[in-house]
């Protein structure tokens, strides 16, 4: 269940949160006006014609592929003509759909200003810096701006991303620890070809919301990147960065048992860790490629704390060079102030972007006390 205000004042940082929320920050989201235009509406057309050159797609190059011969030759055809044929028809669909999604870019671009103001007007008070695209755009749509068949609305919105980006150290570490991957994928083939897939695909994601900051003297990073589940619901990961207590020269993995192992970019060999306490190893599972720095960094006070951090819920780690960083995925999309397509807004999703930041500088809390990290100076996670 949901904090209401009375449980979120009770943080550290947030006494008078609710009132502030009635006398700054409302009249903030009162900034977003009603489009004269149905959103949703425009957006099941814009999925509606997309979709339709998708499949038109499929469908001539399963034609082409069928009707040519098998010989070596025209394998190598059908190779290139998979690219041709798929960025032929994306060029397509975005050109005929370029004015319903101007429409939905233009709205949404705005919105995504004003929810900028509206997070920092949040997260000012607790002394952190809200950065709205962590990261900035994603390579993908840095890439498909670039053409020259590409709607102008495209490049507009890759120019603000990368304006309202930031932490690029903090996302770099995420993406360097293998925990901005889809859950569930591995990838054959040699080690630099492994790396390049993780590489790619972690700078195509959608990664949202962060913060950072100090608590209690601890620099921290943090922010969300969505995982889409396609068919099914979306999973949100929350990824927390923290400075390692030292500076570390394996690699070390723990995530509970609900959840797989992820894969190293890097193919480091590793070896399971048994550390002894059976209610550690019922929940949790260890491994690392340098068994004494895993000891180290997970000692008997270690292993108490996380086993109260988490309570047996999802959660993955990794111990890397000077890093920590934690992913717990959910499938509830934190810090949603503000509907960026509808520009929906109420008390509730209000209350609930406090309580969500609540919650997160709780664990962020949690983390530094469970792994007895030293307090540092300065912004941020190295």
């Known amino acids: 269940m949901s904090m209401d205000w009375h449980e979120i004042e009770t943080h550290t940082g947030f006494a008078g949160a609710r009132a502030r929320s009635q006398t700054e920050l409302r009249p903030i989201l009162e900034r977003i006006r009603p489009d004269p235009i149905n959103p949703d509406r425009q957006k099941k057309i814009a999925s509606a014609v997309l979709i339709t050159f998708f499949f038109l797609f499929v469908g001539t190059f399963s034609a082409i592929d069928t009707a040519l011969p098998d010989s070596a030759g025209w394998v190598v055809l059908r190779f290139l003509l998979f690219p041709v044929l798929a960025i032929g028809y994306m060029a397509a669909g975005l050109f005929l759909m370029r004015g319903p999604l101007a429409k939905l870019l233009g709205a949404a671009l705005a919105r995504h200003g004003v929810k900028a103001d509206a997070m920092t007007c949040i997260s000012a008070p607790l ?51 293998g925990l901005l991957a889809p859950s569930g994928t591995y990838v054959m083939g040699t080690p630099e070809q492994k790396a390049k897939y993780h590489e790619q695909t972690s700078g195509m994601l959608r990664i949202e919301d962060g913060f950072e900051g100090q608590r209690a003297g ?43 192992w992820l894969q190293d970019p ?50 993955r780690a990794v111990a890397t060079a000077s890093h920590l960083v934690f992913d717990f995925p959910s499938e509830t999309n934190r810090f949603g102030l503000v509907d960026l397509v509808t520009g929906e807004w109420n008390d509730d999703t209000i209350r609930q972007t406090h309580a969500d930041l609540a919650e997160a500088l709780a664990l962020v809390d949690a983390l530094g006390h469970a792994f007895m990290l030293a307090r540092k100076s300065g912004t941020g996670a190295p």
């Not at 550690?280 to 704390?305: G, H, M, T, W």
């Open 127 to 177: 002394g952190l810096t809200y950065v709205p695209a962590p990261g900035g755009a994603p390579n993908g749509l840095e890439w498909l701006a670039q053409k020259s068949w590409a709607p102008a609305i495209l490049r507009e919105t890759t120019l603000s991303l990368n304006a309202s980006g930031g932490m690029d150290g903090a996302v770099a570490a995420a993406r360097g620890s």
């Open 218 to 260: 601890l620099a921290f990073s943090m922010f969300e990147w969505v995982e889409s589940g396609g068919d099914s619901a979306d999973t949100c990961h929350l990824v927390i960065v923290l400075a390692a207590p030292v500076r570390l020269h394996g690699v070390t993995h723990l995530r509970a048992r609900k959840t797989g």
């Open 266 to 315: 890097d193919g480091t060999p590793m070896q399971d860790v048994d550390l002894g306490p059976r209610a550690f190893d019922s929940l949790y599972k260890l491994r690392s490629s340098d068994q004494v720095e895993a000891r180290a960094i997970f000692n008997p006070a270690v292993i108490e704390r996380v086993i109260a951090l988490a309570h047996g819920g999802p959660f």
